[in-house]
């Protein structure tokens, strides 16, 4: 009632005081904590401790027992054929899969994509296909080699466990490794919304901002870029929202960009309750943080399944969004969160993710970070 009516400050204590009735709640607060613990996610890590180079892939790879092209082997029947297999494509990127029959897995393949290169094929028996699929996923992307896959990809082949501790106790620091994503086909499908975006008045202003919050917020930014982490571009804005951009991880928009009826913007950012209520645990109270930040307001939004029910929704308009950026207890909420999203990407279980990503703002956006 009090957000409807624009008393912010008052709608704000009011969700500060259901903040601090949970505190109340032991089994919610272990649930909390056990989800954040990066010690219990489930991970696919440690399959395998082979790692080599993208430039002598081919050698590699024929070292344990993988062969190159073998539709080409004289006398091979490709349907009796079963195994996991790789594919290359001209922009060296990979694609790991698994078929019971590797002839009619290659036709829909060649099918779908017409930038395939060369083919890597092993034999394995049906009963072990997963568990190899899994072991060979993880051993290309340990290596830093840019791969298509999507599912059973695993965060922590590219920010282990020491990173991932590092990251959440020490707001300087972040890990970058790998190259840059780069795909024509994802570049071409969001070409047209970027020329009429990059000629914005606010175009300068959001990379700004938006700069900050990648090199901030989301760890190994660099290798975790599309198949972790993806930003929208939308000129036109949003149906009955003047959203102008999104970075989704795991699907949800964990920070949002509206430009609002006075020409300035507003932030929108999905954060752990869990770092905020720890917060308040310590004996401490949102004033300081309120008084510091004055445009700060949390939101009641509609909740993904994946959170968890460990989110919070902060809303903040422009001249205090350096200043949320910078805050402790806000990097801090922003960080748990964060992390934990991309520890749970791959993982679903009920939908396909089908990642949007607008490669010529990230373009501009990198460029931005390495000058900062």
Known sequence: ?????????????????????????????????????????KTIENK???????????????????????????????????????????????????????????????????????IYFKEIVETALLEEEDKTIGILERSLIRIRNLKQISFYNLFDRNCQKAWLSNFDYNYNSGIRFNNNEVRESFSDRFKIFSNKPYFEKFISYTSLYIK?????????????????????????????????????????????????????????????????????????????????????????????????TLVIEEQDINKALTNELILNSIRQFNLRMMNRSAMEEKYRRSPRHCLDLSDCLFAKMSEM
């Open 216 to 312: 901030s917020c989301i760890p190994n930014y660099l290798a975790s870029e599309f198949s972790y982490w993806t930003i929208t571009c939308l000129p036109q804005f949003l149906l009955k929202e003047n959203c102008i951009s999104r970075i989704n991880i795991n699907e949800v928009p964990v920070f949002s960009m509206y430009f609002n009826d006075e020409g300035l913007f507003d932030m929108m950012l999905f954060t752990s309750k869990l770092s905020i209520l720890q917060y308040l645990k310590n004996g401490n109270r949102l004033d300081n943080l309120l008084n510091e930040i004055k445009s700060l307001r949390i939101e009641v939004r509609d909740t993904f399944e994946c959170t968890e029910g460990d989110e919070i």
């Open 48 to 118: 395998s401790t082979i790692s080599f180079a993208s430039s002598n892939i081919k050698i590699e790879l024929e070292k344990i027992n993988f062969i190159v092209n073998p539709q080409n082997i004289i006398g091979t029947d490709l349907k009796s054929l079963c195994g996991i297999y790789i594919l290359e494509f001209d922009n060296s990127e990979y694609y790991i899969g698994q078929a019971k029959s590797l002839h009619v897995r290659l036709k829909q393949h060649f099918k779908k994509h017409k930038d395939i290169k060369n």
């Open 1 to 41: 009632s009090y957000k409807a009516i624009k008393e912010y400050q008052k709608s704000f204590f009011d969700y500060e005081r259901f903040l601090i009735y949970e505190l109340n709640n032991k089994e919610l607060l272990e649930q909390l904590e056990s989800i954040n613990n990066i010690d219990f996610c």
